[in-house]
């Protein structure tokens, strides 16, 4: 039996997804997690095989949880389920140690595909991410946000979602100077000077949504 975990900010993809899994005669749901921190939290508790992981929630998000959970318990296997799908983004999450990486736009069998992949100790890349992936890397493409470390790419997805210096100091643990230093890095990196700037650079790049509502 293949116990799934599901980490996502909405409730209704929670539940709807939950409900999908259920039906399936090899899975059974675990738990939910609605913010990194509870995901983390929750998997510590649960023990599940499988964690399917929103990257972008509120909290520390889904790329630290990733990187925390794979640290600390590499049993459970994190595929991560997100809109974004961007070459950066796929790389970063890989780097954190997902087993995979899937957009909310595949299938539903993918989905179930994806989960008995990393299940078995198999990596899994979505079709339509693995196909931007090969082009990118046949183009010689890259993104700015390939400049970056994991520790910078997960401190701007931080500020992008509004997140204050004092905030991301407390959820990962770092002083606030630290946080300042990663912050200057990451601006020069990317050749931008504020907050807005690199929000409009993530918004070109597919980091982010141009809209998103706070979860309830």
């Given at each position: 039996?293949?116990?799934?975990?599901?980490?996502?900010?909405?409730?209704?993809?929670?539940?709807?997804?939950?409900?999908?899994?259920?039906?399936?005669?090899?899975?059974?749901?675990?738990?939910?997690?609605?913010?990194?921190?509870?995901?983390?939290?929750?998997?510590?508790?649960?023990?599940?095989?499988?964690?399917?992981?929103?990257?972008?929630?509120?909290?520390?998000?889904?790329?630290?949880?990733?990187?925390?959970?794979h640290?600390?318990?590499p049993e459970?296997?994190?595929?991560?389920?997100?809109?974004?799908?961007?070459?950066?983004?796929?790389?970063?999450?890989?780097?954190?140690?997902?087993?995979?990486?899937?957009?909310?736009?595949?299938?539903?069998?993918?989905?179930?595909?994806?989960?008995?992949?990393?299940?078995?100790?198999?990596?899994?890349?979505?079709?339509?991410?693995?196909?931007?992936?090969?082009?990118?890397?046949?183009?010689?493409?890259?993104?700015?946000?390939?400049?970056?470390?994991?520790?910078?790419?997960?401190?701007?997805?931080?500020?992008?979602?509004?997140?204050?210096?004092?905030?991301?100091?407390?959820?990962l643990?770092?002083?606030?100077?630290?946080?300042?230093?990663?912050?200057?890095?990451?601006?020069?990196?990317?050749?931008?000077?504020t907050?807005?700037?690199?929000?409009h650079?993530?918004?070109r790049?597919?980091?982010?949504?141009?809209?998103?509502?706070?979860?309830?």
């Amino acid at each position: 039996m293949i116990n799934v975990l599901i980490a996502d900010p909405y409730h209704l993809v929670r539940t709807s997804i939950a409900h999908r899994l259920d039906q399936e005669c090899d899975i059974a749901i675990a738990g939910e997690a609605a913010d990194g921190e509870s995901a983390v939290g929750q998997c510590r508790v649960k023990r599940p095989n499988v964690m399917l992981m929103d990257i972008r929630m509120p909290g520390i998000g889904g790329l630290e949880a990733t990187r925390r959970m794979h640290r600390s318990m590499p049993e459970t296997k994190v595929l991560a389920l997100t809109t974004h799908t961007s070459d950066s983004l796929a790389r970063h999450i890989l780097e954190a140690g997902a087993a995979g990486f899937l957009s909310k736009s595949s299938s539903y069998h993918e989905m179930l595909d994806a989960i008995r992949h990393v299940f078995h100790g198999r990596r899994y890349i979505g079709h339509n991410v693995a196909q931007r992936l090969a082009l990118a890397n046949m183009a010689g493409e890259a993104s700015r946000f390939d400049r970056l470390s994991l520790r910078e790419l997960q401190i701007a997805l931080m500020i992008v979602n509004c997140q204050r210096v004092a905030e991301i100091s407390e959820r990962l643990h770092l002083s606030s100077k630290t946080v300042h230093t990663y912050r200057y890095r990451l601006f020069e990196k990317l050749n931008v000077s504020t907050d807005v700037e690199l929000t409009h650079l993530a918004l070109r790049h597919g980091l982010v949504d141009g809209f998103e509502a706070t979860p309830p």
